[in-house]
C-alpha cells in the first residue's frame, strides 16, 4: 500500500522556520521525483520544489528561492522541505507528490498545513 505522511506543519511567526518531512512507503522511492505543492485557500495547488531521484537536479518556485530548501534521503525515503524566513502569503496546506520517470504513477499525501501569522 502506497503512502506518503507529511509531519512538521503548525503555526509559526513571520521570519520563522519550519521543517517539513514526507515519509514514503509501498514503491521504490529512490526511482521517484519528489515535489512539495502547497495549496492556499481560493488558490490553485502550486508547486513549491521538486528533486529528482538521486538529487541532481532541483527546482524551486520564484517566491520561495533562497528561503526554502528540498532534499530527500533515499536510505530513509523521506523527503524533506526546510523552510526559512516565512511569510504570512506561505499560509498553506502543503502536499507530498510522488511521479515515477515515466509519469504512470503519481501519489499524493494528506497535507500538512502551515500557518505563518503573528
Known amino acids: 500500500q502506497v503512502q506518503l505522511v507529511e509531519s512538521g506543519g503548525g503555526l509559526v511567526q513571520p521570519g520563522g522556520s519550519l521543517r517539513l518531512s514526507c515519509a514514503a512507503s509501498g514503491f521504490t522511492f529512490s526511482r521517484y521525483v519528489m515535489s512539495w505543492y502547497r495549496q492556499a485557500p481560493g488558490k490553485e495547488r502550486e508547486l513549491v520544489a521538486a528533486i529528482t531521484s538521486a538529487g541532481g537536479s532541483i527546482n524551486y518556485a520564484d517566491s520561495v528561492k533562497g528561503r526554502f530548501t528540498i532534499s530527500r534521503d533515499n536510505a530513509k525515503n523521506t523527503v524533506y522541505l526546510q523552510m526559512n524566513s516565512l511569510k504570512p502569503e506561505d499560509t498553506a496546506v502543503y502536499y507530498c507528490?510522488?511521479?515515477?520517470?515515466?509519469?504512470?504513477?503519481?501519489?499524493w499525501g494528506q497535507g500538512t498545513q502551515v500557518t505563518v501569522s503573528s
Open positions: 507528490n510522488a511521479v515515477h520517470p515515466t509519469s504512470i504513477y503519481v501519489y
